[in-house]
C-alpha cells in the first residue's frame, strides 16, 4: 500500500477570497491531485469537478486569472469542429470564488455558420476532509448528496452545503453528482449554463470582514517595472487574504497563507501588518487588537499559553501532524517570538500615524507583554528569551524557523534545547527599547526599568553571541541548553539590523555575511548557508529562500545605511518575483541564479502566503529608504537601494497621502500633507 505524502503544490492554480479557496489543475478540473478541491473554513466541500463536453473534456489552451479570487480556464471543442485549420469552437470554464460561495459558468462560443447541439456534463464528489487530513496525503470517504430538482444538499457536523444549478437534470450514484445540460450552440454565436455552491461552517472561528481593504493602493512609475508588478499582484492577494474572527468580526488581519494556513497567525499577522504600515496603519491597528483580545491570562501548559504571550495560531479544531507527532489545540500560544513582536509593530504602527487614543488603548497589552520577556520568555533568568516545548506533542522550535530541524550545528547535528534564538533577543530589545518609549510618551509607567532590562539582554548577547570567523565574526543562530553558540551561518542574522541590538561595525559584519555567497542566491537570502553540513536547497529551513525573509533583511540594511547590499537582494527579489509571475510563494529553492536561469519551485510552498505578498511593499518601502523619524513628527527618505528611478503616488504617513519621486541621480521631490526629510 503507497504511503500517503504531502501535495504538492507549485504546478496547481488557485483563487481564494478568505475562508474559501477553490485549487485545480491547470485546465480547471478538480480530483486528479491530493490538492484539489474547493475549500471553506479549513474542510473541503468538493473533492471533485471535472466538466466534459460532448462526453470529452476540451482541450486546454489557457489559463487567464481574472484576479486572486476568479480564473477562466479556455479549451478547444475540436470534436464538435470543422474540419478547417482554425479553430472555431472554443469553451471559457470560469470559476469565482467568493467569501461562502463559488460560482462556476462554461460558456461555448462558436463562428460556424450552422449551430451545434451538445451536451455539457460536470462531476462532483465530497469528500469534506479537513485540512490537516488533506496536508498528510489522505482523504475523506465520499459524502452523500441529496438532490432535490435543480439543486442538492450535503454535509456533516457544523459543515453544510448546497448546490443550484439552473436549468440542470441532476442524478446522483456511487458518491457523485451529475449535472447536465442538452445545449444548442446558435450560429456564430454562443451558450451559456452555470451553477453555485453555498457552504458554512456553524463551528468556524474566522469569518470575512463586512468592510473593504483599509490600505491605500499606491502607483508606482519606474524605469524597472517589476517592482511595480510584484505590489499589483501581491495588494490582490492580500485583498483575498484578510479575515477576522468570529469573536471580534470588527478587526481584520491577514491570513498566514493558502492551503494550509488560512487562519490567523500572531508572527505571521504582525509582520504582514507591519510590511503594510507605509500604505497605512489601520491593518496594524486591526491586528494589533484581535491579538490583544487574545493575549495570555494565565499559565496553561498544555496550550502553551502564559500571562502576557501573543498567540501562535487560532483553528476551529485540534490540528493533528502525525508525521512530526505533533498535536495542536485549537488556540495554541506555542511561539517565542509574537509577543515582542506585537509591541513593535504597536510603536512602528503609532510612528507611522495610528490615533494615540488607539495606542493608549493598548498600553496595558504592552505593560503584560514586557512582563512576559521577563518573567516567562526568560525561563531560566539569565537576561535572554529561550523556548522549550513542555508538551511533548507541541512545536519543538518555536521561533519563525520552526521545523523541527531548523537549529543545528555546522556538522548538521541538533542543537538541544532550550533554544535562544538570535532574532528573538532583537525582537526583545527592539520591544523593551520602544516600549519604554511608549510608556514614557504616554505616562503609563517608568520606563528605566525596561531600558535597563534591554541593556542587559544586549551585554549578554554580545558576551555569549558572537563567533570567530577567517571570513569576519558572526551572531550564532541559537544557544543551545548549555549557553553554547550554534555556529551555523543562517539568514536570522539579517533580523537583527535596524532593532538596536548592534553596534555599528557589528552591522557591518552582518551586512557583510548577508550578502556572501554562500548566503545570498542571487534569488534572495539563503535561510541555511552553503558550507553548513545540513544545507540543501529544498530544505524547508535549511537552505531555501524565504520572501520576507529577505525583505526583513532588506530592511535592516537600509536601515543601517547599507544601500549596496540591500540593492543586491532586493534585484534578487525581483528576479524571483519574475520567475513566479509576481506571485511569490512561502518559499523557493536555494539554487544559485548563476546555475539555474529561473528560480526553482519549493513544491509544497503555500502561495499566495501573506508575508511573502506584504514583503513586495517593504522592499517599495526600503528602496526610497522610508522610515518615520524617532519623534514620528516626518517622514525620512533615504534613495539608493533601487537600481533605478521611481516615483509612488498612494503612500500614507500620519493620516495624510505622499507621493515621492526619486529621479536616476537620486534627488528627491516629494508632494505631501505631512513633513518630509530626505537623508
Known sequence: MDTPLQPLLHDETVILRAPAQ??????????????????????????TVVVTIGGLPGEHIATVPRGADSVSFISLLRTLDDASADPRIRATHTRTVSTDDVRETVTIASTLAHPVSTTIAVTLAADLAEMDVVKSGRSGALAEILVDGEAAQWG????????????????????????????TIPAKGEVAIGWTVIAADASAVVRAPAESAPWSVP???????????????????????????TADPDSQFFAAGAPWFFTLFGRDSIWAARFMLPLGTEMAADTLRVLAGLQGKAAVPATAEQPGKIMHELRRGSLSIPSEGVVLPPLYYGTVDATPLWVNLLHDAWRWGMPEDEVRDLLPNVVAAL???RDFGDSDGDGLLEYVDETGHGL????????????????????????????VQAYAFEAATH????????????????????????QRFDETFWIDDPAGAYPAIALDAAKKPVDTGTSNLGHLLGTGLLTGNQAALVAAHLVSPELNSGYGLRTMSTDSAGYWPLSYHGGSVWTHDTAIAVAGLVHEGFTTEAGSLIEGLLAAASGFDYRMPELHSGDASSVVGTPVPYPAACRPQAWSAAAAVAVLSASMGLQPTDDGTALSVSPGAFGSAIGVTGLRFGGSDVSITVNAAGEVTAASGAAIEVR
Not at 407 to 421: F, M
Not at 441 to 447: E, L, N, V
Open 156 to 183: 456533516a457536523g457544523a459543515v453544510s452545503a448546497a448546490l443550484l444549478a439552473p436549468g440542470a437534470t441532476l442524478s446522483f450514484d456511487a458518491g457523485e453528482l451529475v449535472m447536465s445540460w442538452p445545449v
Open 219 to 245: 502607483t508606482i512609475a519606474a524605469g524597472d517595472d517589476r517592482l511595480t508588478r510584484w505590489v499589483t499582484q501581491a495588494l490582490d492577494d492580500l485583498d483575498g487574504l484578510r479575515l477576522t474572527t
Open 396 to 423: 519543538s522550535n518555536q521561533g519563525w524557523k520552526d521545523s523541527g530541524d531548523s537549529v543545528q550545528w555546522r556538522d548538521g547535528t541538533l542543537a538541544d534545547g532550550p533554544i535562544a534564538l538570535c532574532e
Open 435 to 458: 516600549g519604554a518609549d511608549l510608556l514614557e510618551h504616554f505616562g503609563a509607567g517608568d520606563p528605566q526599568p525596561w531600558r535597563d532590562w534591554a541593556a542587559r539582554l544586549k
Open 22 to 47: 477553490a485549487w485545480s489543475a491547470r485546465d480547471g478540473a478538480i480530483g486528479s491531485r491530493a490538492i484539489h478541491g474547493i475549500y471553506l473554513s479549513d474542510v473541503r466541500i468538493l473533492s
Open 371 to 373: 512582563e512576559w520577556m
